[in-house]
């Protein structure tokens, strides 16, 4: 008699170390650097190392590709630079996005070989998906390099956060301002639809609604 195979299932591990040097953390971006599934925040002597579980990657992709798709309704250009690691030493700061991209800077950024945050902008819209709430918090490592705004989805919704570039926080707001008219009620939505619909179908469905998504 067959014997029925259980699925295998890819489990999110997230390791907090305290009191790293910049040059370990290097060392390990370097050792690592061909791990995909992997991430790593750096902060101040304080290291994240992240192995992301296959729910984490899904909603990435999917809030990855509708970014691609309200730009592209928007008539915006963008590019994406998925989990580039962004780091400066000056500021004891590195991160790897879940996804990220340029808007505002895309056309200066297009046709870079590399990014270095010394010279170069960070990301103007970056991707981050906190689904078990335990992390390393991020805000002030996305804070320190200037990244202007953040979408976060906390496994339910999506709320959006722009950085105050005075007070160096980040406030919640409805809209968004790199993709100009579109809410955190619609980016949720389109998100929890894509997690359930056949993707020709969820595709088809978020361009049709975009003129009505802007409110």
């Known amino acids: 008699m ?8 890819q489990v999110a591990g997230q390791v907090i170390l305290r009191d790293i040097t910049w040059e370990t ?11 995909t599934g992997t991430r790593f925040v750096y902060h101040r002597g304080m290291l994240e190392i ?7 990657e899904i909603i990435n992709r999917i809030i990855a590709s509708l970014v691609e798709i309200l730009a592209e309704q928007l008539n915006i250009d963008i590019m994406g630079a998925g989990s580039t690691t962004f780091k400066r030493q000056d500021l004891a700061s590195g991160f790897e ?9 895309a056309e200066r950024m297009r046709g870079n070989d590399a990014v270095d945050l010394t010279i170069d902008p960070p990301p103007d819209l ?3 998906i906190d689904i078990t709430n335990v992390s390393l918090p991020r805000f002030p490592v996305f804070a320190a390099v ?14 959006i956060h722009t950085l105050d570039r005075k007070t160096g926080e980040y406030h919640d707001t409805a809209r968004s301002a790199s993709l100009p008219g579109v ?15 056949k993707r020709h179908a969820w595709l088809k469905r978020v361009r049709e609604c975009m003129p009505d998504a802007q409110g």
């Open 183 to 197: 809410t955190s009620e619609v980016l949720t939505r389109f998100t929890a639809a894509g997690l359930t619909e």
């Open 50 to 56: 992240m192995i992301v579980s296959y729910r984490h």
């Open 126 to 128: 970056v991707i981050e």
């Open 2 to 9: 067959a014997t029925a195979l259980s699925r295998p299932r």
């Open 97 to 105: 996005p879940d996804s990220c991209f340029y808007i505002e800077n």
């Open 146 to 159: 200037g990244v202007p705004e953040v979408w976060r989805h906390d496994g339910n919704s999506i709320s």
């Open 25 to 35: 953390y290097e060392r390990l971006l370097s050792e690592h650097g061909d791990s």
